[in-house]
């Protein structure tokens, strides 16, 4: 088996410098992420890297001692230079070997895993939602829009000393290894992810590519860093040429062109279809009831043949028989339409308004009719 790799990044649409920084040197492959004033972040991904990948090429210590010493080398930096007082970084590294990565992981950078069709994520983000999460304080799905979302409690560099997140990975022909940071997970679903992958298989680096423009396409909010590994049959040194060295016997065959021709145009149309209705899917946001409470869903509000187009994105927890006394929201039995999720959250917000404006009236009046009758 052979890795072939292909990388993209990009400042996005809101920050004017990108602290992003990446190594692509077979067999390391490795993202950070940097954080802190001015251009400190920028200065902490560089250098992390730069002492990971000097280490590597030395080749005498192990990718966890070289993430440590990276957390070594850029806290020093951090106190000799006021400027770069409480700079860090994230670090998701990979180093590759005949059947296998060895994953290396700090902050909330992530590698995932497509194999199968399925995609896993592999590290675990190290923020405070996350933790919470673990804790039973809140779900998944709070996590995904709670305001601290990005409050990293373990990073590089930020501690004279750091605990790393270290796993091996058993690779397999087909494999496909997306180690990406922040910029590019916050924006873009975990399903989308898996599409672009499996739609760009076989071209790692058009699917890096992919996916940095889908993360701008849904608002660019951070940089943006995707490396995409593909796992490959044949030697890692000889490659395509021992293959075509080697030949094949089917020419000696007739082989039914006309009809493979139509089936994989069938199949490309097919999956063509499938992206643009997934894509339009995505950019449909509604709101309806699940379990008796105003839920905001993702997709439209049907269920053709008994597949349902929609997910639901957010449960408000307010009570569905409380709103429906307002004329504003009735229909949400069959789902209210926007043309964007922040759209649908406004009208969330003016519900909640609305009852606590009805509540605080029918205790004036309580309390009004209350008045009257002790008067008596």
């Not at 192990?62 to 993430?67: A, I, N």
């Not at 060295?245 to 000696?252: D, I, K, L, N, R």
């Amino acid at each position: 088996m052979r890795i072939v790799a292909g990388v993209a990044t990009d400042t996005g649409r809101v920050r004017d410098h990108n602290e992003d920084a990446y190594i692509v040197e077979p067999p390391l492959y490795a993202i950070a992420d940097g954080m802190g004033g001015a251009n400190a972040g920028e200065v902490a991904s560089q250098l992390a890297l730069e002492t990971i990948g000097d280490m590597q090429r030395a080749g005498e210590t192990t990718l966890d001692d070289e993430v440590r010493e990276a957390n070594r080398v850029v806290f020093a930096r951090s106190g000799e230079d006021a400027k770069f007082a409480g700079m860090g970084t994230t670090v998701t590294a990979a180093l590759a070997s005949a059947n296998a990565l060895h994953l290396v992981h700090v902050g909330d950078s992530r590698a995932y895993l497509l194999r199968a069709g399925s995609l896993r994520q592999l590290t675990r983000d190290h923020t405070l939602v996350d933790r919470m999460v673990e804790a039973g304080e809140i779900s998944r799905d709070e996590a995904d829009v709670h305001p601290h979302r990005n409050v990293l409690i373990r990073a590089l560099g930020t501690e004279p000393k750091v605990d790393v997140e270290a796993l091996d990975l058993g690779l397999l022909e087909g494999d496909q290894v997306l180690i990406c940071s922040d910029g590019l997970h916050d924006m873009v679903t975990e399903e989308q992810i898996g599409a672009i992958l499996d739609i760009a298989r076989g071209a790692p680096q058009d699917a890096a590519d992919r996916l940095v423009r889908a993360a701008n396409r849904a608002g660019g909010i951070d940089n943006i860093t995707a490396i995409v590994l593909e796992i490959e049959p044949g030697d890692p040194d000889a490659g395509t040429v021992a293959e075509a060295q080697t030949g094949s016997p089917a020419s000696e065959r007739r082989v039914p062109w006309r009809a493979i021709t139509v089936v994989l145009t069938t199949i490309v149309l097919l999956l063509v279809a499938y992206t643009v209705f997934r894509s339009y899917l995505d950019r449909q946001w509604y709101l309806g009831v699940s379990d008796g409470h105003v839920a905001l869903y993702q997709g439209i509000p049907a269920a053709p043949f008994g597949i349902h187009l929609s997910r639901v994105d957010l449960d408000t927890g307010i009570d569905v028989t409380a709103v429906a006394k307002f004329p504003s929201y009735q229909g949400l039995d069959q789902g209210i339409t926007y043309t964007s999720r922040e759209s649908a959250l406004q009208t969330v917000a003016q519900m909640q308004a609305d009852l606590r404006t009805a509540q605080q009236q029918q205790q004036h009046h309580h309390n009004k009719n209350g008045a009257g009758g002790g008067g008596g």
